[in-house]
């Protein structure tokens, strides 16, 4: 299966960054939805109304999350990698979105620049204007 692999710079510290994505009240404001998330190993999460939902496989705060993702339409889960990095006063996030089906690649990588990690870039740069 394909894997998708993106960099986002992020106007806001690694802390920033990781908290927005492991925070579920930092995750609704950039979604626009209710979310449940965890920030421990083995911790589950669910996103737009169950849609998405998975477990942490690796947390490394401020640093690193690995995720294994599930969509309700497809038949295997897929295994999702963030990378945070300090660049200055900014954070720059490598993702790696690995066993996405091939049917969704486009629609997927789409995704994460409308409604995940573009919208947490998104967020930061209203905020810290």
């Known amino acids: 299966m394909p894997a998708i692999q993106k960099v986002y710079e992020m106007n806001a510290s690694p802390e920033e960054v990781f908290d927005a994505l492991v925070n579920p009240d930092l995750i609704q404001i950039w979604s626009g939805d209710e979310a449940q998330m965890s920030d421990k190993v083995g911790g589950t999460f669910s996103l737009w109304g169950g849609q998405m939902y998975g477990v942490n496989l690796e947390v490394v705060k401020n ?34 979105h690995e066993g996405v ?26 905020v810290k204007k």
Not at 63 to 90: D, H, M, N, P
Not at 101 to 126: C, H, R, T, V
């Open 63 to 96: 640093k690193k999350l690995v995720q294994e993702w599930s969509y309700y339409q497809w038949a295997e889960a897929s295994k999702v990698t963030f990378l945070i990095k300090s660049k200055g006063k900014k954070t720059i996030v490598e993702l790696i």
């Open 101 to 126: 089906p091939e049917k969704s690649i486009n629609s997927i990588s789409d995704g994460w620049d409308s409604y995940y990690l573009g919208a947490i870039q998104e967020m930061f740069q209203i």
